[in-house]
């Protein structure tokens, strides 16, 4: 069954909108001598449901610089446990261990614990709203030498997702679209190669296979500044494919 018309037409909107309002970004990157990146992201997420309030979510990714410089490349895993009674509600703890090879000798491995809330909109509506916030505690250690680093960040996440086809987000089948926005705050002096402050734009689709397998594939647009002081540094593009795989299917979830 299509959506009707009205949430459609305001969604297709927003997603035009974004596009049309992130355009330019190259072009000014290029008059302004900004740096610009083109990057691939690759995810196999394991997302296993405990309970109707409890699951485990493990992100394993891939990244790479595939244009700019210096160039990256970076592997990671990101498990996380989350706890949701009240349904609209979500609390959840988790850590990101990540490696990054950086071309211009700052390799490094961070380690990256944080607590984080998500509200979610109504699930069983075909346009859905949710926030995603989280508080981290980035840890350096710069191989190579002794040397570490260490800082507090806050990001928050701001989405709109709607369903294209199929009864639900979880339906065999089924698409979706989503827009959404990021903002990264850093609450303490920003650390080697990395930025003060960050804003993301993404544009995702997804699909439902089958219970136990649903496929993203995300447009990201990233903008940086070196000091919270300064304009715009660094523009980056990004093409992030993520695999979702759910072992146990009695307590599927819809889930970032």
């Known amino acids: 069954m299509a959506i009707t018309a009205s949430p459609w ?4 909107r927003l997603g035009v909108a974004l596009i049309l309002l992130t355009a330019p970004a190259r072009t000014v990157a290029a008059q302004d001598s900004t740096t610009v990146t083109e990057n ?4 196999f997420i394991v997302n296993w449901g405990f309970s109707s309030d409890f699951r485990f979510w493990a992100d394993n990714y891939y990244r790479t610089m595939i244009a700019g410089a210096p160039t990256q490349r970076m592997i990671g895993t990101r498990p996380e446990l989350s706890y949701g009674a009240l349904g609209w509600l979500q609390v959840m703890g988790g ?5 990054t090879d950086d071309s211009d000798g700052l390799n490094s491995w961070e380690l990256r614990p944080y607590v984080g809330v998500q509200f979610i909109g109504d699930r069983f509506r075909r ?7 989280r508080l981290e505690y980035r840890k350096f250690l710069y191989t190579g030498s002794d040397s570490t680093a260490a800082s507090w960040r806050l990001r928050t996440r701001f989405e709109i997702a709607g369903l294209v086809s199929g009864e639900s987000f979880v339906d065999p089948g089924s698409w979706n679209l ?3 926005v990021e903002f990264f705050v850093d609450l303490s002096e920003p650390v080697g190669e990395r930025f003060a402050d960050q804003a993301r734009i993404r544009l995702g689709v997804g699909h439902v296979r089958t219970l136990k397998w649903h496929f993203d594939a995300f447009y990201i647009l990233q903008f940086s500044r070196d000091t919270k002081t ?10 992030r494919l993520r695999v979702k795989f ?3 299917t009695r307590f599927l979830y819809w889930l970032r």
């Open 9 to 12: 037409s305001r969604f297709v």
């Open 40 to 43: 691939l992201w690759l995810d």
């Open 95 to 99: 850590a990101n261990i990540r490696y």
């Open 127 to 133: 346009v859905v709203f949710q926030n995603f916030t």
């Open 178 to 180: 989503s827009a959404d």
């Open 230 to 239: 300064s304009g715009v540094t660094g523009i980056d593009n990004f093409l």
């Open 246 to 248: 759910y072992p146990d």
